[in-house]
């Protein structure tokens, strides 16, 4: 720019351009492009690049190319596999770098262009992402649910160990509560959680989890293009802006609730921002997102998915490749599974007969061991290779107490012992733990002497098998028997 400045300041003091030439050392073409532009121009090609050696190639590249439309991403041409065939199969004899730069000028014209949304107050979109965490001390994946207002951008995260069709409609109601209202409608990628199917004229059968919430909450869906994330570039957006910002480093919690609790303030410090172009905060244009949305149904939704199974000859009910056990008294039985987020719930009829924590592994088995005692009860040599029971850590109580019993019953101690155990099917661990303690200390080992104890703790009344607490009773002394007593009493006897 400065020798512009001086040449064209020269030319017009009355220099020539022979002369301005000579005087800055600069060829005659230069001085004229620098009378004829009062700034630098830049380079301007004036004829395409000639690539002789790679024109007669270049419909085998772009036939190459056009064929990986069709292959997995991640078996596509890269420009080094396309100089390699060009060398092997068609004697190429140009170099490396002709090939790249096509290749990438190529893809360059080929990219997708998109056209700047506006978006109206009122409307969502909701997508799923992944991370990894430390929840409870293991480093496991987490996948978390992301909606996002795109005209005010406020989002709402949270957390699950898998993103099921549980955990989608868990996660449409926690944010539904988090805003307070619903939206008109929610924009969606076509995840197999809430499309079953896309019909051959393009509308989505949905999911039966993903139908029954629509039909409770009454927002619309919308689908963006099969495998083109960027219809729902906003929410896109929103996932990794979370993965960067609130979980980086890699989070550590006691529990899902704790991390939850941390993502849902996370969402609420974000409303105080102002986003780039924009002069509001990001709470002050959510209040208009608000008053468009429609407001939350107020009866709850049970995000849970349902199914039927029946109950196996080991008591155990499959679902989602896991099985759960339930009590014996329930085996070979028609039973309804309810799948929530946090734990599964069997039933048989219209009684809930089992509880467990739901289990995000395959092929597990979950056992609770109280479900199996009556019939360890019956067959009481199953006790020590009971497999529900393998891993039941109980107290050291309850081991001295077995040991007792066995010692002075032998196989019904066993029994007896088990029958101690049921005693879970009815009262607290806490209480029966308590009670064990205090027949160890009495030295009152039986089943009846545990549940005598077990039921004076929870009625609040002294055990009778305590004698100190009735100091007004008279005590028996028995005395040790002498031989000499016997012999007196023979010599009464005689005649």
């Avoid at 512009?4 to 005087?23: F, N, P, Q, T």
């Avoid at 292959?71 to 596509?76: D, S």
């Avoid at 290779?385 to 039941?392: G, M, S, V």
């Avoid at 160890?440 to 039986?446: H, I, N, P, T």
Wanted: with cysteine; proline share 6%.
């Amino acid at each position: 720019m400065e020798l512009y400045r001086k040449v064209r300041l020269a030319c017009a003091d009355g220099m020539s351009k022979r002369a301005a030439a000579r005087h800055f050392n600069i060829s005659r073409d230069t001085v004229a492009k620098a009378l004829a532009f009062s700034v630098p121009p830049g380079y301007r090609r004036t004829a395409p690049i000639k690539r002789p050696k790679l024109d007669g190639f270049i419909a085998i590249i772009d036939a190459w190319l056009e064929g990986d439309r069709e292959a997995p991403g991640k078996q596509r041409h890269t420009a080094k596999r396309v100089f390699d065939r060009l060398r092997a199969e068609h004697g190429f004899t140009g170099g490396y770098t002709i090939v790249k730069d096509y290749v990438r000028e190529r893809e360059r014209r080929k990219r997708e262009m998109f056209v700047p949304l506006a978006h109206p107050p009122g409307h969502a979109q909701a997508d799923f992402g992944e991370a990894v965490a430390i929840i409870g001390g293991i480093e496991q994946k987490a996948c978390f649910f992301v909606m996002d207002l795109p005209h005010s951008d406020a989002g709402f995260v949270r957390a699950y160990p898998a993103a099921t069709a549980e955990a989608w409609a868990d996660g449409h109601v926690h944010a539904f509560a988090f805003f307070g209202r619903v939206p008109l409608s929610i924009l969606y990628d076509n995840d197999r959680c809430l499309v079953s199917k896309i019909l051959p004229d393009g509308t989505r059968k949905r999911a039966r989890l993903f139908s029954a919430l629509q039909s409770h909450y009454l927002f619309h869906d919308r689908y963006g293009r099969p495998g083109k994330g960027n219809d729902k570039g906003s929410v896109e957006g929103l996932v990794g802006f979370a993965r960067r910002n609130f979980m980086v480093p890699i989070p550590r919690f006691a529990s899902w609730e704790e991390f939850n609790a941390y993502l849902e303030a996370q969402c609420r410090k974000r409303w105080n921002d102002i986003l780039r172009g924009h002069k509001e905060t990001i709470g002050a244009r959510l209040q208009r997102d608000l008053e468009a949305m429609r407001p939350v149904a107020t009866a709850p939704f049970e995000a849970c998915a349902q199914a039927s199974g029946q109950v196996s000859s080991q008591a155990l009910v499959r679902y989602d490749t896991n099985d759960y056990s339930v009590p014996v008294a329930h085996g070979h039985q028609d039973v309804w599974i309810r799948g929530y987020v946090e734990e599964v719930v069997i039933g048989c009829r219209g009684e809930v007969i089992a509880r467990h924590p739901r289990c995000y592994g395959r092929e597990d088995v979950i056992y609770n061991p109280i479900h199996y005692l009556p019939l360890i009860e019956q067959k009481i040599n199953a006790l020590d290779q009971a497999a529900p029971l393998a891993d039941w850590h109980l107290p050291e109580e309850f081991d001295s107490l077995r040991r007792l019993m066995e010692a002075r019953m032998q196989k019904m101690g066993r029994r007896e012992y088990v029958q101690v155990l049921r005693l879970l099917e009815t009262f607290g661990f806490e209480d029966l733990h308590a009670a064990v303690k205090h027949a160890l200390r009495l030295g009152a080992v039986s089943f009846d002497a545990v549940k005598h104890l077990l039921l004076c703790r929870i009625e609040k009344r002294p055990a009778k098998l305590d004698l100190d607490v009735y100091p007004f009773l008279p005590r028996a002394n028995v005395a040790t028997t002498s031989p000499a007593s016997y012999m007196s009493l023979m010599t009464e006897a005689r005649p």
